[in-house]
């Protein structure tokens, strides 16, 4: 018998040290833990008026720094959140993030508005909405402060998608359709989608004031955007010939880049804001 207990705690130790060896250090495991440590941090980019550069609003971007505190790319880890199932979690962190600054933020600048990245999944837990507005009930942030950016990516099972459109709306919220131009859905899918803004992805910015044939889709999205009734921000300006042609098209489009501010802490956008 003692020998037979010997036995079983000689493999019941070595279990432990090797499952103490193997602790997995993988990317999607040490992302995992730093979602349940909330180790992850959000920083904001202003959101401006092209013609006069003043800030309208600004988007929450997650950061994350792994085990080697390195950054990982967002999209990097989006996509291993998104693969794992857990992204859900990275959006409650953020829009927690956001709630909690934004009311700070409002008090230098009342009205003003933080669009935070959604993902598909959000839209297909049928909890995602509720705890939304229990957060922002609890913290009296107005709905109207947090715009909620979807991308045409993620817009899969179409009914929901619509549905979750339409309630959030309902609510106060500002909804965009992120990426525009990058993902497959049609001309008539869009329309489908009421939403308030269309955000031209950064692939078509790069392509003004260049020889490319895609230059010349520029003004034809922009146009769309006009029909559709939809405001227009237009990603990624870098330069200040791309601005100061996108505001001889239209005077109003929004737009944001590095040519107007790289994302920064809240911090950096209050004292901005506070300038303005
Ligand atoms: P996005 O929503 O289209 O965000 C814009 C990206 O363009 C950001 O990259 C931003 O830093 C970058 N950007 C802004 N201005 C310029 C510019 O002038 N030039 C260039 N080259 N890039 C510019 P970031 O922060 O790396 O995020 C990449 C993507 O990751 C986002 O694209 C979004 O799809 C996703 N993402 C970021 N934060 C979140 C989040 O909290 N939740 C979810 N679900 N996705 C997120
Ligand atoms: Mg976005
Ligand atoms: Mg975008
Ligand atoms: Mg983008």
């Not at 979602?35 to 988007?59: D, F, H, M, N, W």
């Not at 009342?110 to 959604?118: A, E, H, L, T």
């Not at 078509?204 to 490319?212: D, L």
């Amino acid at each position: 018998i003692a020998a037979a207990i010997g036995t079983i705690i000689g493999v019941l130790f070595s279990g432990t040290i090797l499952f103490m060896r193997t602790r997995d250090h993988s990317l999607p495991n040490q992302l995992r833990r730093a979602v349940r440590q909330k180790r992850l941090s959000v920083v904001y980019q202003p959101i401006v008026e092209v013609l006069t550069g003043s800030v309208v609003a600004a988007e929450a971007l997650v950061r994350w720094n792994d085990d080697d505190d390195k950054p990982v790319r967002p999209d990097i880890f989006i996509a291993i959140a998104e693969e794992q199932g857990f992204i859900g979690d990275i959006t409650t962190l953020v829009l927690d993030r956001v709630t909690d600054e934004l009311a700070d933020i409002l008090r230098s600048a009342p009205g003003f508005r933080v669009s935070v990245n959604m993902s598909a999944q959000d839209l297909t837990d049928d909890t995602f909405i509720p705890r939304l507005q229990t957060m922002l009930q609890t913290k009296h942030v107005p709905a109207a402060g947090i715009g909620l950016e979807l991308t045409e990516r993620s817009t899969a099972e179409r009914d929901i998608v619509i549905e979750s459109i339409r309630q959030l709306r309902a609510y106060g919220h500002t909804v965009y359709i992120d990426d525009f131009g990058t993902g497959y859905s049609s001309l008539a899918y869009l329309s489908e989608l009421d939403v308030d803004v269309l955000k031209v992805d950064r692939a078509f910015t790069q392509t003004i004031g260049t020889n490319s044939v895609t230059a010349n889709i520029v003004p034809q999205i922009l146009a769309m955007g006009k029909a559709l009734q939809l405001k227009i921000v237009v990603e990624g300006i870098e330069l200040q010939e791309q601005a100061t042609y996108l505001s001889g098209i239209d005077a109003i489009i929004q737009g944001q880049g590095w040519l107007f501010g790289k994302p920064a802490s809240a911090q950096a956008l209050r004292e901005r804001l506070i300038q303005r």
